[in-house]
């Protein structure tokens, strides 16, 4: 079974913290991604990843920075939060199933910055 | 660009009864098409998926879609509804360049009652 796992559940930071957001996936996949979910607005891709210390911004990237220093790990930075960024935030891992590829998600991480 | 509709915010439905749950896409070529399920606070669970071939596809848990290209629509079906299936239900497609990127419609809600 694919896995992918994040660090928190939930967190609570303060206005002006450095955030980090770490996401490892056990499966050997070339593409992560970092999505936040909000209510009304369903998933939203800030940043995704096809490769080691690649990356490309997704949707809303504003705000946020990630590294991929190694394969299995992803991370989401916040240089520093704002009340706005209070959201779940879900990983996401994915693999070419085929001719098409199949994401698999963390369980997610509810952050609240206060 | 691609785009999801899920036109149903919230759907509640009696235990037994059956399950339509509606998906509307946009996209330029054939599409790959997800549903995922979320319970409450977990992370996305893949139903199922269409990428080519037989427009019926059964998932997990019981649910099938069925892709009609000529309403561009990609519905979830589930005969007889169980109490454990109250969660939040994402339709998804899926880019076909090399971002392999998913785009989310906004969720639809689904209640259970006994």
């Known amino acids: 079974d694919v896995k992918v796992t994040q660090s928190s559940r939930y967190l609570v930071k303060r206005t002006g913290e450095k955030v980090f957001l770490e996401c490892v996936q056990d499966?050997?996949?070339?593409?992560m991604f970092w999505y936040r979910q909000d209510p009304g607005l369903g998933l939203r891709l800030i940043y995704f990843?096809?490769?080691?210390?690649?990356?490309e911004k997704g949707d809303i990237p504003e705000g946020y920075s990630v590294s991929r220093e190694k394969k299995e790990r992803f991370s989401l930075i916040l240089e520093s939060a704002s009340t706005n960024q209070t959201s779940m935030y879900l990983c996401a891992s994915s693999f070419l199933a085929g001719n098409h590829y199949e994401q698999y998600f963390g369980p997610g991480t509810r952050l609240t910055v206060t | 660009a691609q785009s999801v509709t899920q036109p149903d915010i919230h759907i509640t439905v009696s235990e037994g009864a059956s399950l339509e749950l509606r998906c509307n896409y946009s996209y330029g070529a054939t599409p790959y098409l997800f549903w995922y399920v979320q319970s409450p606070g977990q992370g996305l669970q893949l139903l199922l998926k269409?990428?080519?071939?037989?427009?019926l596809v059964q998932g997990i848990k019981g649910f099938e879609a069925e892709f009609k290209r000529s309403q561009s629509s990609f519905n979830l079906r589930k005969p007889s509804v169980h109490w454990s299936d109250a969660a939040e239900y994402f339709c998804a497609v899926g880019s076909q360049t090399g971002a392999n990127n998913l785009f989310f419609g906004t969720g639809t809600r689904l209640t259970v009652i006994p």
């Open positions: 269409y990428f080519s071939g037989d427009t």
């Open positions: 990843s096809y490769d080691v210390k690649m990356k």
């Open positions: 499966m050997d996949h070339e593409n």
